[in-house]
């Protein structure tokens, strides 16, 4: 069956260094992927997507990259900041209306 | 436009009993979605509608769980018969249809405790 998933459950990094979280799927047929960033008491916000045509994709601060290969996702943080510190889902579609989520990882930032 | 708005924010109602959440989606976008979150877990899809039909239900959304979307605005997601397992934030989230347009916006949630 489908299944999008993390390999650390919790990342923890100093203020000021690069933040990189993992995510594997297994539906070779997904052909489109988002990370999501959720605060306490807040809806997921849609940080970056990647069409599976693509290997990389660079916003703000954030860069994803995507190895359809080994069937692996990462988003990268730069310069990650206390206002980092969330949850961050990858999430898959694969042709339909909905969207499968991995378990998050959460991301600790130390001052 | 502030949003996607979702009330109430937390429900607490006895075992049994029907609740009712409503959704307020971004007034442009044609797509509106349900999804559950337990705690620590990323968010279930639950059912997705666009303009006022509803396409798709995951086998998640039982028989005691309906939702609606009369005039293709706001959306109404009713629990019946509540159990303690339906404890969870229920999202709801919308989007504008369309090539490279599937990041949605999410509302802050309805955290249903079932007690």
């Known amino acids: 069956g489908e299944s999008v998933g993390l390999h650390l459950p919790t990342l923890s990094v100093q203020e000021g260094d690069n933040s990189i979280i993992n995510c594997a799927y297994s539906?070779?047929?997904?052909?489109?992927f988002i990370w999501y960033k959720q605060e306490s008491g807040k809806g997921p916000q849609f940080i970056i997507d990647?069409?599976?045509?693509?290997d990389k994709r660079q916003g703000q601060r954030v860069t994803v990259l995507l190895n359809k290969t080994v069937k692996h996702l990462s988003l990268q943080i730069a310069a990650t900041q206390p206002g980092d510190s969330a949850v961050y889902f990858c999430?898959?579609?694969?042709?339909?209306?909905?969207?499968?989520f991995g378990a998050g990882t959460r991301l600790f930032v130390k001052a | 436009d502030t949003g996607v708005s979702q009330d109430p924010r937390h429900k607490i109602t006895k075992r049994g009993q029907n609740v009712t959440f409503r959704c307020d989606p971004i007034?442009?976008?044609?797509?509106l979605y349900w999804y559950r979150q337990t705690l620590g877990q990323g968010p279930e899809f639950l059912t997705y509608?666009?303009?006022?039909?509803?396409?798709?239900k995951s086998r998640l959304l039982s028989d005691r769980f309906s939702a609606e979307r009369p005039k293709g605005s706001f959306s109404t997601l009713e629990i019946q018969r509540t159990e303690q397992g339906d404890s969870a934030m229920y999202l709801c989230?919308?989007?504008?249809?369309?090539?490279?347009?599937?990041?949605?916006?999410f509302g802050s949630g309805t955290r249903l405790t079932v007690v």
């Open positions: 989230a919308s989007s504008f249809g369309g090539e490279g347009a599937y990041g949605y916006t």
């Open positions: 539906n070779s047929a997904s052909d489109y």
């Open positions: 990647i069409r599976s045509n693509m």
């Open positions: 999430a898959e579609k694969t042709g339909g209306f909905k969207t499968i």
């Open positions: 007034s442009e976008h044609n797509r």
């Open positions: 509608f666009q303009n006022e039909a509803q396409l798709e």
